[in-house]
């Protein structure tokens, strides 16, 4: 990215002038633009050609750092291991600890409007103290920051022979705007079918000449965050029509049994008052053993011994001690309808039995209602002989357990992502809208504890991101990618900026 901007020359102009402030001048620099500038961007190309003896000491400026915060984690950058007291100001600590060494040094921070007031007061004490040494050091201080606050704090600034300087990142030309485009688009291998001339002149109209508002679009692309259309709306009106038959024609079936039961009923009452019809003469003992004489032998007419029972009811005649050579028929509504002819063996035999006041055999009950009998010894019996050549029944199979859930992943802290420098890039390796997404992610390709997991929003919605790595430029986050195993290359990642990462965790 940085040699991408290198090549626009009013990029280039600008860095060269700092450049030589820098290394020659040692200035107080308030570098201001409009919000998407490119500031960022800018330090970013001048921290690539800045020459090896000066030493860098940066710091991206967030909302919730305090001042006592700040001058910790300048300090630190100063020398190794400092020994100093956070609530003093930097000029106390910051030359006590580079006592006797001339040092060639560049403050840069960036964002610093968002840092406390009294920033930038204590930055121009410690250059008037320098000014103040027999041998003062290279110090120069570049701050970053909107044009209304440069312009106010530039103001306040007095006491010193060389007076701060206010550099404003002018917007790109529309040629250049065109150029940063497309050698941009190139570099994250976007698709040309991403980029009609439609949607190129959208871009470049609505970035206004600055190079952070048209990577963001590239971004924005390449992260698939472009409006869908809007799908078609339900036929609500149909649905709840079709919903409304369906219930009703459930309803009606419901009723259904109802009348059937009520038909039943009637059929059964209107039976009991009618004559029955011609037995048909089928023994129980031996079905299927009865002939066309036999059937004949009886009529409903004759008088005598040989009426018809029509149910076997408690309070039904008792039948006579002595059974003659005829055949007795009864029939009974008791067992759905079936039509029961008894014999005359049978009735000498119920007559003879002390313990049966009427009623039919429990075996014949059993085979007429279709009951399972009460096994006797013989039975059993049988079922052991038969058992023993019968198949073996096969276990079942117990269900497969459950998969456990997979386990959380916690959300990286913010300020642990807002301390990157905002040139450097991770890797994106996944998003999704839900955690679970995330700790299943996580768990498959066994990336617990080698990643930051941030929430951002997407269109409207939360939205996690799964990020991996801290390299100093884009070309190290490609070589990374490249070494990753084949299951996450399939996610296609792509490196991304800490300095996108920082916007999106503020939506």
């Known amino acids: 990215m940085t040699n991408k901007l290198l090549k626009l020359p009013s990029q280039r102009q600008l860095v060269d002038r700092l450049l030589h402030l820098i290394e020659f001048n040692h200035p107080f620099i308030f570098l201001c633009g409009k919000p998407g500038s490119g500031r960022g961007t800018l330090c970013e190309s001048l921290l690539g050609r800045l020459p090896d003896t000066v030493r860098v000491v940066s710091l991206i400026g967030s909302a919730a750092m305090k001042m006592a915060d700040v001058r910790q984690l300048l300090l630190q950058q100063v020398v190794a291991r400092p020994l100093f007291n956070a609530q003093d100001a930097l000029a106390d600590s910051f030359f006590r600890m ?12 960036e964002r610093a409007d968002e840092l406390p007031a009294e920033l930038a007061g204590e930055l121009w004490a410690l250059c008037r103290h320098n000014d103040t040494l027999e ?12 044009d209304v606050w440069c312009r106010n704090q530039k ?5 010193r022979a ?13 040629p250049e705007q065109r150029i940063f485009l497309y050698e941009k688009a190139k570099e994250l291998k976007i698709p040309t079918a991403l980029l009609p001339k439609l949607k190129v002149e959208e871009i470049l109209n609505g970035a206004n000449g600055h190079p952070s508002a048209i990577m963001q679009s590239l971004e924005d692309i390449m992260t698939d965050r472009r409006p869908k259309k809007r799908q078609a709306e339900l036929p609500v009106k149909k649905i709840a029509t079709v919903l409304a038959l369906a219930a009703a024609g459930l309803l009606a079936l419901s009723y259904l049994p109802l009348f059937d039961d009520k038909g039943k009923e009637d059929s059964q009452v ?7 019809p011609n037995p048909v003469v089928v023994d129980p003992l031996n079905a299927g053993g009865v002939s066309g004489a036999q059937a004949s032998a009886t009529s409903p007419g004759e008088p005598g011994n040989n009426q018809v029972a029509r149910d076997w009811q408690p309070d039904a005649k008792t039948l006579p001690k002595k059974v003659e050579s005829e055949t007795v028929t009864t029939e009974s509504t008791n067992y759905e309808g079936r039509r029961i002819v008894i014999s005359d063996e049978v009735v ?5 039995q002390p313990n049966v006041s009427g009623a039919l055999p429990t075996a014949v009950v059993d085979e007429l209602t279709g009951a399972e009998p009460v096994p006797t010894p013989a039975m059993q019996q049988s079922a052991v002989k038969a058992q023993g050549s019968a198949p073996v029944a096969k276990p079942v199979v117990a269900a497969e357990p459950v998969a456990a859930p997979a386990p959380k992943v916690a959300l990286t802290p913010v300020a642990t992502l807002n301390k990157k420098a905002r040139n450097h890039y991770s890797i994106q390796l996944m998003g999704a809208s839900n955690t679970q997404a995330v700790d299943s992610f996580v768990a498959e390709h066994g990336l617990a504890g080698k990643v930051w997991v941030y929430k951002t929003r997407f269109r409207g919605s939360p939205w996690y991101v799964v990020v991996q790595g801290d390299y100093v430029n884009s070309t190290q986050a490609k070589a990374a990618i490249r070494k990753l195993s084949p299951a996450l290359l399939k996610g296609q990642p792509w490196p991304k900026s800490f300095a996108q990462i920082q916007k999106e965790l503020k939506q």
């Open 348 to 352: 000498e035999k119920l007559m003879k």
């Open 98 to 109: 580079l006592e006797g060494q001339s040092s060639a040094l560049l403050l840069l921070i």
């Open 162 to 174: 060389m007076p701060a300087l206010e550099l404003e990142v002018a917007p790109l030309s529309a």
């Open 155 to 159: 103001a306040g600034l007095k006491g």
């Open 135 to 146: 041998h003062p050091h290279k110090l120069a201080i570049v701050l970053s920051g909107g």
């Open 270 to 276: 209107s039976s009991e008052g009618t004559a029955l």
